[in-house]
């Protein structure tokens, strides 16, 4: 039975990390005039409002999108931020987009969408919210959906996978899935999202994962917990064949998180 429910964490500053590293990619890879595949196994509700009850008891989004916007982290021009001011022209200063949103919002109509929600809930507003977009909604496992899917059809594109982590047993499967996709879909940027935890469980599995896939990129971000004795204390992506510059990028995006750390240390 799953619990987690993301708007209670959207916009938070792990999806700072996470929606801008991705909004970054899927500009630069729509940039070249041939179609892609965008693939989701944990698609979320695609849009959420942070003036909801939800977002506004975890205060998560105050701390995260609307500080990060504040203090100009992302110039007029990044993708993120003008995908967000998009969003907002048109569902309200208060909504943001989730990731299936924010991809949608990207793409052209030759590149093709595929999106996996379990919760039945979350994908009843998923199907809904992209319903204006040519997006495939699954209401099912999204580890099986790409298993079916892959290697897509158009062959270039990116794999989105950003679990909830509910089950503990998802740090071991998760190199062994890894492992089966690359060989499936050799070509494709498979970007995985991960928790920085205190207890250090994300450990075993990013050790396992860098043996396996020696030339993906890893970026970690640290913050403060949300709320004190909270557990997650970062955000990890690691990214396998992953666009040419997005290094650079993500040292960037090190150094806003260093620079907001440091001035909650003085505050
Ligand atoms: N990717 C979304 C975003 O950034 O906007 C957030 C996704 S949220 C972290 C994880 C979602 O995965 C939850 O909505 C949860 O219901 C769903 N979920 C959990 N296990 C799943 C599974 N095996 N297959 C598909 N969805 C799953």
Known sequence: MLS???LYHAGNLADVHKHSLLAWMLDY???????????ETHAGRALYDLAAAEALKTGEATQGITRVLAAHWFAETHPYRRIVKQIRDTHGSQSYPGSPMLAAEMLRPTDRLHLAELHPQEYSALDFAMSPYNAQCYAKDGYAMVQSLCPPTPRRGLMLIDPSYELKSEYQTLPVFLRQITRKWPVGVIVLWYPLLTSGAHRPMLAELEHSHREALRHEVGFPPARSGHKMIGSGMLVINPPFGLSDEAMRLSRCFKKDTSRDRRD
Do not use: A, G, I, M
């Not at 890879?29 to 179609?35: E, I, M």
């Open 4 to 6: 987690y429910q993301h």
């Open 29 to 39: 890879l729509t940039r070249k005039d041939k179609p892609l595949s965008y693939l």
